[in-house]
């Protein structure tokens, strides 16, 4: 008998310090229970029960593992030694939602800075990778554009510049008013010059004929 009562007695001990289960019976995270926990100031139960959700729910929906990655970062971010986990916890929930903030969860100063900290970086983070690869050479656009060469500098710089170089001269306006004007009146004031020319010589020929005629007759 008493040792039946030894058993029972080390059953319900380890039964009261059994992992905290979030995990309804439908499989889903319990969030209302972790964030009682939270309020409570029970930040190990918090911990230990979000990630037992995770490690047994891989295929977790996109709020659940938004809500996990949230509050374990931000508890981690409370510990002395936590940093480095709060921050991969952190950079995980920034993955899935780039404006998410933690201010609701009456956090310190500290937390709070340290949150926007590595939101800040997550956000330098994606820019980099955007513009460049792993070896720091420019990503290649839509249609080629933008790629890099070996050197890593652009050559679209190179293809631009023989672009330009080919393209032809611009025609200001008045070449373009020269070129629209019409030959023909240049032709007529041509042809009236020269047959006024004309008449002009052959009158002073007649002239000098009549003064010739009439000296000899004298």
Not at 62 to 89: M, P
Not at 91 to 105: G, K, R
Not at 131 to 145: Q, R, S, T
């Amino acid at each position: 008998m008493p040792r039946i009562f030894w058993l029972i007695c080390l059953l319900l001990v380890s039964l009261s310090t059994a992992a905290p289960n979030f995990i309804r019976s439908d499989g889903g995270l319990d969030m209302p229970q972790a964030k009682q926990a939270y309020k409570d100031g029970d930040f190990d139960k918090v911990r230990i029960g979000l990630e037992s959700f995770l490690r047994q729910n891989k295929n977790a929906a996109r709020e659940e593992r938004i809500f996990a990655y949230k509050y374990l970062g931000v508890v981690y971010a409370t510990q002395e030694n936590g940093k480095a986990h709060s921050e991969t916890y952190f950079h995980q929930l920034l993955d899935l939602s780039p404006n998410v903030e933690v201010a609701e969860m009456y956090v310190s100063k500290s937390v709070e800075d340290f949150f926007h900290q590595i939101k800040k970086n997550h956000q330098q983070r994606i820019s980099y990778n955007e513009k460049y690869d792993e070896f720091g050479n420019l990503n290649a656009a839509p249609g080629g554009k933008g790629a890099s060469n070996k050197d890593g500098t652009a050559a679209s710089k190179s293809s631009t510049a023989t672009t330009s170089s080919r393209s032809p001269q611009p025609v200001n306006r008045q070449q373009r008013v020269a070129a629209k004007r019409p030959v023909w009146p240049w032709i007529l004031a041509g042809g009236a010059v020269a047959v006024g020319v004309t008449v002009y010589i052959i009158s002073q020929k007649g002239s000098e004929t009549k003064t010739t005629v009439v000296d000899v007759s004298k």
